[in-house]
C-alpha cells in the first residue's frame, strides 16, 4: 500500500497494516484496474450514457436521487432502449430520496420497457424508524466490465442552466475497469437482495471481467447501517498522512474522533485542508458545519469554502499516494446510517490527478480565517504561487464601527479570497435554545397542540408493535408447521460456533443491519 510506504513502514509490519486496511474497510485491495477521474456532470453524465448504450449483457443502476427532468428522462430513454433490445436492466432507487423528484408515470415507463425496478426501503407502518436507514450510493455497472462511482444523483442541479446563470453543481466520479468492477457487482446485490429476490451476480459479469486492464489497485469499500469501515479508514488515512491530507465534503459534521484525528496529523506538521461549501442546499445544516471550523483553526487546519452554486464532492487525497471518491459525506449519517460506496486509489498518478484538481477548485473559494487575536499564531503552510493573495490589512474597530467592520469583511472576503470567522456557535446554541422554550410555551399556552400528536405517536408506536408481533407470531406458526422438530432432536448450541469462511471480496456484506432493512 503506497501510503503505508511513504509513512516508513516496511517489512512484516508492512503486511500487518495491509491487514488492518482490509479488516477496516471490509474489502480486499484489488490490482489490474485501469481508473478515470471524471469531473462534474459534463464529464459524468456522457460516459454513463455512452457505457449505457454499449451494454450486452446487464446494466445494474442505483441512485439516491432520480429525478423526473429532462437529464432523469434521457437516462430513463437510454435505460429503456437497452431492455427492449434484450439486456438485463435493473434499477434501485432509494424511496426517499426519490419521493417528489419521480413521479409513479416515470417508473411505470421503465417498467413498461422491460426494465427490474426496486424502491429501496419505502415506508411501513409497523417500522416507523426504518425508514432512517437509507441508500446513498451512486453508481453504474454495465456487463461486469465498467463501473462508475460518483456523488452524482440524476438531476438537472448537476447540469446547471447556462440561460439563467445557474452554474453546475460541482461533482467528482469515477471509472473503473477490471477485476474490481465485480465488486460493485456484489455491492449492488447486497441493496438488491434487501427489498426482493436476490441477484444472480455471475449472470451479470463477463467472461472478460476478470482480466486485468490496468495496473491501478483499489478497494471498493460498501458501507451498510452500523458497519463504519470507510469511518476507520478515514481514521488511519488522517493517522498515517504525513505531508498532505486534502478533503472536499458537502456536508461535513465531523465528530469528535475524527476531528481530534485531523487536529494531531495538522499540529504534526501535516497540511490538512477541507473545502466545503459556501451554500448549501440544507440550509439547517450550514451552522452546524461553521460552527465546527474553531476547532480546526486553532490546530492549523486551513477551511475553504466554495463560490460556486454548490459543492456537492465528497473526496480526500492523501500525501500524492491514496485518494477516496464516492458516495459518504463526513458525517455520523453517511459513516453509520446509511448504505454509502467509496473507492479507495491506491495509486500515484491518480492522487497527483487529485491534488490538481484540488489546487484548481481553491481558485474558486474563500479561505476562512480566524479573526483578531484569536488567529492561530502558527501559519498555515502558503498555497502554489498561482492560488496565493494578497492579504488584507487588518486593525482594531470600536463597537461603534462593527457595522461597517461586516461591511469591510465581505468586500474583503471578495478582494483577498479570505473570510474572518466569528461566533458561529452561538447561532447554534441560540437556536438549540429558541426551540426547547417555544415548546414549552406552546404547552402552557395550547397543551392540546402538544398533548394530540403524542397520543397520536404513542398509539401508533402500539399499534405498530402489535402488527409486528403478529407478523413474527404467523411467520413462528408457519416455520413450526413446514419444519416440525421435536424438542429431543434439537441439537446442543455449540460454545464456540465455527464460522463458514467467505471470500474477502463479501467482507463488505457481512455487517448488514437488518432492523434498518426492508
Known amino acids: ?20 486496511f482490509s479488516r477496516a474497510a471490509g474489502a480486499p485491495l484489488v490490482p489490474g484496474n485501469d481508473v478515470r477521474l471524471l469531473r462534474d456532470a459534463r464529464e459524468n453524465y456522457p460516459a454513463w450514457l455512452r457505457a449505457i448504450q454499449q451494454a450486452q449483457r446487464s446494466i445494474l443502476f442505483e441512485n439516491y436521487i432520480i429525478e423526473d427532468d429532462d437529464v432523469g428522462r434521457g437516462f430513463a430513454d437510454a435505460l429503456a432502449a437497452r431492455a427492449r433490445d434484450g439486456v ?3 434499477v434501485l432507487y432509494d424511496w426517499l430520496g426519490c419521493q417528489g423528484p419521480a413521479s409513479r408515470r416515470y417508473w411505470r415507463f421503465l417498467r413498461d420497457a422491460g426494465v427490474e425496478v426496486r424502491s429501496f426501503n419505502p415506508f411501513q407502518f409497523d417500522r416507523p424508524l426504518a425508514w432512517l436507514g437509507r441508500n446513498h450510493r451512486k453508481t453504474l455497472t454495465v456487463d461486469g466490465e465498467m463501473g462508475f462511482v460518483s456523488g452524482l444523483c440524476v438531476s438537472h442541479k448537476w447540469v446547471g442552466d447556462a440561460e439563467k446563470g445557474v452554474a453546475p453543481w460541482r461533482d467528482t466520479g469515477l471509472e473503473i475497469r477490471g477485476p474490481a468492477v465485480a465488486d460493485l457487482v456484489r455491492a449492488f446485490a447486497q441493496g438488491w437482495s434487501t427489498v426482493g429476490p436476490p441477484l444472480d451476480e455471475e449472470g451479470c459479469l463477463s467472461a472478460r471481467a476478470s482480466l ?69 442546499d ?69 492522487a497527483r490527478c487529485m491534488e490538481d484538481m484540488y489546487l484548481q477548485d481553491l481558485e474558486n473559494a474563500t479561505e476562512v480565517v480566524l479573526s483578531g487575536r484569536e488567529r492561530r499564531l502558527k501559519a498555515a503552510p502558503a498555497l502554489p504561487r498561482a492560488q496565493r493573495r494578497a492579504a488584507g490589512r487588518r486593525g482594531s ?79 413462528e406458526a408457519q416455520g413450526t408447521e413446514e419444519q416440525p422438530l421435536p424438542e429431543q432432536e434439537v441439537p446442543a448450541r455449540p460454545s464456540i460456533p465455527e464460522p463458514r469462511a467467505l471470500p474477502e471480496a463479501h467482507a463488505s456484506q457481512a455487517p448488514e443491519a437488518e432492523p434498518r432493512q426492508p
Do not use: C
Not at 440544507?282 to 451552522?287: F, G, S, V, W
Not at 460556486?308 to 500524492?320: E, I, R, S, Y
Not at 461566533?423 to 394530540?452: D, I, N
Open 282 to 350: 440544507i440550509p439547517a445544516l450550514r451552522p452546524l458545519t461553521q460552527a465546527g471550523y474553531r476547532p480546526l483553526l486553532e490546530a492549523g487546519i486551513r477551511v475553504y469554502e466554495w463560490n460556486g452554486t454548490m459543492l456537492h464532492a465528497k473526496t480526500a487525497v492523501a500525501d500524492g499516494t491514496w485518494a477516496r471518491v464516492g458516495s459518504s459525506n463526513l458525517n455520523p449519517a453517511s459513516w453509520l446510517g446509511n448504505s454509502e460506496i467509496d473507492v479507495a486509489v491506491e495509486d500515484a498518478p491518480f
Open 212 to 280: 486485468p486492464m490496468g495496473d491501478v489497485s483499489l478497494r471498493v469499500v460498501a458501507g451498510v447501517p452500523w458497519s463504519a469501515g470507510l469511518f476507520r479508514v478515514d481514521q488511519l488515512i488522517a493517522s498515517l498522512a504525513r505531508k498532505r491530507l486534502w478533503l472536499t465534503d458537502a456536508y461535513f459534521v465531523g465528530t469528535a474522533t475524527y476531528v481530534q484525528a485531523l487536529r494531531a496529523a495538522s499540529r504534526d506538521g501535516v497540511d490538512v485542508r477541507l473545502l466545503v461549501p459556501g451554500s448549501s
Open 88 to 90: 438485463q436492466v435493473r
Open 1 to 20: 500500500m503506497a501510503i503505508v510506504k511513504s509513512s516508513g513502514i516496511s517489512g512484516r509490519q508492512h503486511n500487518l497494516a495491509e491487514q488492518v
Open 397 to 475: 474597530m470600536s463597537r461603534a464601527a462593527a457595522g461597517a467592520v461586516r461591511l469591510g469583511n465581505t468586500v474583503g472576503a471578495a478582494v483577498t479570497n479570505h473570510r474572518e470567522l466569528g461566533r458561529t456557535e452561538s447561532k447554534v446554541v441560540f437556536g438549540a435554545g429558541v426551540v426547547p422554550l417555544a415548546l414549552a410555551g406552546v404547552a402552557l399556552y395550547w397543551p392540546h397542540v402538544v398533548a394530540v400528536p403524542a397520543a397520536l405517536v404513542g398509539a401508533w408506536a402500539g399499534v405498530a408493535l402489535w402488527s409486528r408481533a403478529l407478523r413474527l407470531r404467523r411467520q
